[in-house]
C-alpha cells in the first residue's frame, strides 16, 4: 500500500533552519506531484510548496525565499528546507502524493510532522 513518512520537525528557535523529508513508498514516485501542506492550530490546511516529477517548483508567497522544495527521484523523496523560521511557520507539516492523473493513482497523505518555531 502506499505510505508517506515525514521526518525531519522539531523545536528550533526564531530565525532557525529545519529540512523536512517525505519517504514515499507504494506509489511510481515520477508519476506523483509531491506537496507539502500545513496546518496551525485554528486554522485550514494550506498549500506551503509543491514540485513536479520534473522539478517545476510553486511556493506560497507566505515561505516564498525562506523555503525550498526539491526531490529525489531515484530516493523517492521529497524535501522541504525551511531556513529563517518564524512563529508563524508553526504546525503539523504533511507531505502529499498527488497524481498526474487520475487513472495512474489517487492522493495520498502522511502522517505529519510537527514544527514548531518559538520567538
Known amino acids: 500500500q502506499v505510505q508517506l513518512v515525514e521526518s525531519g520537525g522539531g523545536l528550533v528557535q526564531a530565525g532557525g533552519s529545519l529540512r523536512l523529508s517525505c519517504a514515499a513508498s507504494g506509489i511510481l514516485f515520477s508519476n506523483y506531484v509531491m506537496a507539502w501542506y500545513r496546518q496551525a492550530p485554528g486554522k485550514q490546511r494550506e498549500l506551503v510548496a509543491r514540485?513536479?516529477?520534473?522539478?517545476?517548483?510553486d511556493v506560497a508567497d507566505s515561505v516564498k525565499g525562506r523555503f525550498t522544495i526539491s526531490r529525489d527521484n531515484s530516493k523517492s523523496t521529497v524535501y522541504l528546507r525551511m531556513n529563517d523560521l518564524k512563529p508563524e511557520d508553526t504546525a503539523v507539516y504533511f507531505c502529499?502524493?498527488?497524481?498526474?492523473?487520475?487513472?495512474?493513482?489517487?492522493?495520498?497523505w502522511g502522517q505529519g510532522t510537527q514544527v514548531t518555531a518559538s520567538s
Open positions: 502529499a502524493a498527488q497524481p498526474l492523473s487520475p487513472r495512474l493513482g489517487y492522493e495520498s
Open positions: 514540485i513536479t516529477p520534473g522539478s517545476s517548483t
